[in-house]
């Protein structure tokens, strides 16, 4: 399979605290996306980081990618209640499909 | 972007009987996706529908299970066809857009 895995599988912080989850992947890829899911609805973008890129921000996220490794992390910084979700890697090599990863569980305790 | 309009949200179903699901995009697309996810997991892909050809399913799933209507490039239905308790779960469509994918809402599938 070519799904990603992600860790951890679930994390739980207190408000303000940063949130940090990985994700690895097996095959070469053209660009590695983010994505966050609340309570099974549709998943909406975060962010896309390209293969040739080592490090992206946008607001409060910030990821990185090390191709070498085929690992990527994002982090979420200052993190609200708001955050609580389930965040997934996907990989793109090329083709017409995503792959998506475990998914991390993120609680945030206000 | 793209806005994608799935429906239903949710329903409970008798087992042995079939529910249609419709995803419409406010935009053409060549490709949609059809995914399952169980509580908890990950997406998993059911079959990819191709406008104006049949649809291409994943290792798992077959036509007579799941059949795919793509009438056109904004449109695309997926049925869920002689229900189980199994087959309760998270149905969700997907379109790409360049290199993003769009999502609809989600349809959360009790089968009684």
């Known amino acids: 399979s070519q799904q990603g895995e992600e860790d951890p599988q679930a994390l739980s912080i207190q408000e303000g605290e940063n949130a940090t989850m990985n994700c690895s992947y097996k095959?070469?890829?053209?660009?590695l996306q983010w994505y966050r899911q609340n309570s099974g609805r549709g998943l909406v973008h975060l962010i896309l980081i390209r293969s040739n890129e080592r490090e992206k921000h946008s607001g409060r996220l910030r990821v990185t990618l090390d191709t070498s490794k085929k690992s990527s992390s994002l982090l979420i910084t200052a993190s609200r209640a708001a955050d609580t979700a389930s965040y997934f890697c996907?990989?793109?090599?090329?083709?017409?499909?995503?792959?998506f990863g475990t998914g991390t569980s993120l609680t945030v305790i206000p | 972007s793209a806005v994608i309009s799935q429906k239903p949200s949710r329903d409970i179903c008798q087992r042995g009987t079939s529910l249609t699901i419709q995803c419409q995009v406010d935009s053409q697309v060549t490709m949609m996706f059809w995914y399952r996810q169980q509580p908890g997991q990950s997406l998993t892909l059911i079959a990819t529908a191709n406008q104006g050809s049949e649809a291409t399913y994943e290792s798992g799933f077959v036509i007579d299970k799941f059949p795919i209507s793509r009438p056109n490039l904004t449109f695309s239905t997926l049925t869920v066809s002689n229900m189980s308790p199994e087959d309760s779960s998270i149905y969700l469509c997907s379109a790409h857009l360049r290199t993003e994918a769009f999502f609809g809402q989600g349809t959360r599938l009790t089968v009684v």
């Open positions: 996907a990989t793109d090599a090329g083709g017409n499909q995503f792959y």
């Open positions: 095959t070469s890829i053209n660009n």
